[in-house]
Every structure is written in C-alpha cells, then in structure tokens.
C-alpha cells in the first residue's frame, strides 16, 4: 500500500514538474522571438533613416547635374551665335530645367515611401515583439494552471480509488474518466 501512495504522490510530482518545464521552455522560446522581433524593429527603422539619407544624396546630385546640363546647353547656344536669352533656346533650357526638377522630386518621392514602408515594417515588427512578450507570460501561466489541473485530476482519481489506502469514496463515482455524483434514490435517507 504504501509502495502505491509513493507512486502516486511520484506522478503527480512529476507531472507538476514537467508542465512547469514545459512552460518555462514554451515562455524562453517566446522571449527569444520577442528579441529577434525586437532587433528587426530596430534594423528596419535604421533603413528607413538609410532611405532617407540616400534620397536627399541622389536629389541633389540630379539637381547639381540638371543645373550643370542646363549650363552646357546654354554655353553651346552661345557659341553657336544663337541668343540663349529667346526664343526657342530659352525653350529647351526650360524644358530641361522641368525635367531635372521632376527627376529630383521622383528620386525625394521614392526615397519617402521606401522610408515609409521601413518604418511600417518597424512598427510591425514592434507589435510581433510585444506579442511574443506577453505570449511567454501566458505560456508560463497556462503551464502552471495545467499542471494544477492535472496534478488535481490525479489526486481525485487516486483518492476516489482508494490509492491512499482510505476507502474509495462514496461521494462520487469515477467512470470512464468523467467524475459524476453519486445517484440519489428516492428511498435513500
């Protein structure tokens, strides 16, 4: 008999344990991914900065070079005898100052939604973090109330069988694993 009751107590010790570990290990890999989430966050709002910065480099330059163009264009007309300051002349170097500008506000535009959609991809990388945050304190916790209901679950199994060398209970009847009351007779007083 006692032989049982130490087997018992054993099971229900181990079982306790191992929903324990099992929480522990469910909330370690959870901080884990929090962390890598965290670190992604942090990458993707420095490329967003990365965008930003690349963007205001390559405007000016195609800024410095449509201005440069537009230099030469003029110095040519010159040359040729023709009035850079009129006409057709003033036409093309227009056209070409148009160009240039709407190059340099394509280049500020893309560099803008690249750098939005980094600090986009910041932002949900911030919220998978905190998710996995507060998934390893529900793992920890859902371990430990399992293991509760299970070291429980077995404790009535042994008591209602009479594991612990007392008499199997008459309060309730254990069948097929479901706990029931005991049937009430009319006649019973």
Do not use: H
């Not at 900065?49 to 030469?72: F, N, P, V």
């Not at 093309?92 to 986009?120: C, F, H, K, P, W």
């Amino acid at each position: 008999m006692g032989a049982a009751v130490a087997l018992g107590v054993a099971s229900l010790v181990a079982s306790a344990g191992g929903a324990i570990m099992q929480g522990y290990a469910q909330s370690q890999s959870a901080d884990y991914n929090a962390q890598v989430a965290q670190n992604n966050q942090i990458i993707a709002n420095q490329n967003a900065g990365i965008a930003l910065q690349q963007g205001q480099t390559q405007e000016e330059a195609k800024r410095i070079q449509t201005g440069e163009m537009i230099g030469g264009i003029k110095a040519s007309e010159a040359a040729s005898g023709v009035n850079p300051n009129t006409g057709s002349a003033l036409n093309v170097r227009s056209s070409a100052a148009e160009t240039g500008q709407l190059d340099a506000l394509t280049i500020r535009y893309n560099a803008n939604m690249t750098a939005r959609n980094d600090t986009y991809q910041g932002a949900m990388y911030g919220s998978q973090a905190a998710m996995y945050s507060a998934a390893g304190n529900w793992d920890i916790a859902n371990s430990i109330l399992s293991g509760a209901s299970s070291v429980s679950n077995k404790w009535l199994q042994y008591d209602q069988t009479g594991v612990f060398g007392n008499q199997p209970s008459n309060s309730a009847m254990y069948s097929n694993g479901n706990y029931m009351a005991a049937p009430y007779y009319l006649g019973n007083s």
